[in-house]
């Protein structure tokens, strides 16, 4: 029962993600003039980058400090990873891509069904904002788990020495005992305007 439990969540993470790609991609192709002009698409990228950054902070707060585990329909699905990464902060480690991305997919598939539908009517810089929000968001749990991995790609080495992503150094804050704050998991550039407005010390 259980793993026939699994296979339904990991396939419905699987739709999610397939949806979010073809949405993410029909995003793309109509605004595909607009990102090749570098006036929009650098403050776009930037924007979208730093919200999806404090986006992600402040769910891992939300989740941190509000509901339980048994909770209604977010208990599992939300609210449990979250403590569960707390309990055992390199679990996250062995969790494949469906498990990372699926939830964060599941849960942007209105807004970006919202943005794709409305087309025109939504301006270039917002949208292309909001394009890389997405993004932000859709890779937030995997630099997460890179944050606690031993072993990561070369790639992804490279990025986190240059600050671009969430770091080791920079995440491993958040889990000091008794620390209330550095919520952040996309890169961790948004830590200090977010643990401000929260008062995390």
């Known amino acids: 029962m259980k793993a026939m439990r699994q296979s339904c ?106 943005v794709v539908w409305l087309g025109d009517e939504v301006s270039a810089l917002p949208a292309t904002a909001f394009l890389f929000l997405c993004l932000a968001l859709f890779t937030t749990n995997l630099f997460h788990k890179w944050a606690h991995a031993s072993a990561v790609p070369h790639f992804v080495r490279w990025l986190q020495k240059r600050r671009l992503i969430l770091t080791p150094g920079r995440h491993r804050i958040h889990h000091l005992n008794g620390y209330t704050g550095a919520y952040c998991i996309t890169s961790g550039w948004m830590n200090g305007l977010l643990d401000r407005l929260l008062g995390a010390q």
Not at 30 to 36: C, E, G, P, Y
Not at 59 to 88: A, Q, T, Y
């Open 9 to 114: 969540v990991r396939a419905a993470e699987g739709v999610a993600v397939t949806t979010f790609g073809l949405l993410i991609l029909a995003l793309i192709q109509h605004l595909a003039h607009d990102l090749a002009r570098v006036w929009i698409l650098i403050p776009g990228a930037i924007i979208g980058y730093l919200a999806g950054d404090l986006v992600s902070g402040f769910v891992h707060w939300w989740c941190d400090n509000f509901f339980r585990e048994d909770s209604l329909l977010i208990g599992k699905l939300l609210i449990r990873p979250f403590r569960e990464h707390h309990r055992d902060p390199l679990a996250i480690v062995g969790h494949g891509f469906l498990e990372l991305t699926g939830n964060s997919c599941m849960a942007m598939l209105v807004p970006l069904a919202a």
